[in-house]
T-cell receptor
């Protein structure tokens, strides 16, 4: 089955700097890659997702890039703000609707004001 | 528009007991998926319900069972609780039996003593 590795496990950045979180996946057939943000005491919230037919997607300060050949994808957050502090999870799934999302172990991002 | 609601928010049980967790999906959604999130880990897929049937199941024992009602709400039941069942149980809803654009609730924190 699919396996998703995520790193780093923790990341501290100064407010205004950029943050990058990287994930690798094992199954080359995977074609859907979402990123979720989980704040303390809350459930994961979808912040951006990308499909394998797209190399990059951007939404304001957040962008995701995908390298299908290397089987890795990354989350980029620019101009970080204290409210970006949270745990971020990447995930991957296969094309079939019968395959669930497989999540990475998460990255705890701390933005220092 | 209410999002995904879960109850109770916290629960304490002892080994061997049984527990029932409840979930109401986001308005307009008809599919419910359950995930288990251990401390410091990413969510792990338990199962998915659509049209009142279990459509997919992750690598969880038969002690974990569920149900979906005609109004699309769902229950997760865990029998013969083990200490290792202590975790945050997340419910996610979607429109259709897919694993994309999932909306998560805030979860039920289960502690087994």
């Amino acid at each position: 089955g699919e396996n998703v590795e995520q790193h780093p496990s923790t990341l501290s950045v100064q407010e205004g700097d950029s943050a990058v979180i990287k994930c690798t996946y094992s199954d080359s057939a995977s074609n859907y890659f979402p990123w979720y943000k989980q704040e303390l005491g809350k459930g994961p919230q979808l912040i951006i997702d990308i499909r394998s037919n797209v190399g990059e997607k951007k939404d304001q300060r957040i962008a995701v890039t995908l390298n299908k050949t290397a089987k890795h994808f990354s989350l980029h957050i620019t101009e970080t703000q204290p409210e970006d502090s949270a745990v971020y999870f990447c995930a991957a799934s296969l094309p079939s609707g019968n395959t669930p999302l497989v999540f990475g172990k998460g990255t705890r991002l701390s933005v220092i004001a | 528009d209410a999002g995904v609601t879960q109850s109770p928010t916290h629960l304490i049980k002892t080994r061997g007991q049984q527990v029932t967790l409840r979930c109401s999906p986001k308005s307009g959604h008809d599919t419910v998926s359950w995930y288990q999130q251990a401390l410091g880990q990413g969510p792990q897929f338990i199962f998915q319900y659509y049209e009142e049937e279990e459509r997919q199941r992750g690598n969880f024992p038969d002690r974990f069972s569920g149900h979906q009602f005609p109004n699309y709400s769902s229950e997760l039941n865990v029998n013969a609780l083990l200490l290792g069942d202590s975790a945050l149980y997340l419910c996610a809803s979607s429109f259709g039996p897919i694993n994309e654009k999932l909306f998560f609730g805030s979860g039920t924190q289960l502690s087994v003593l």
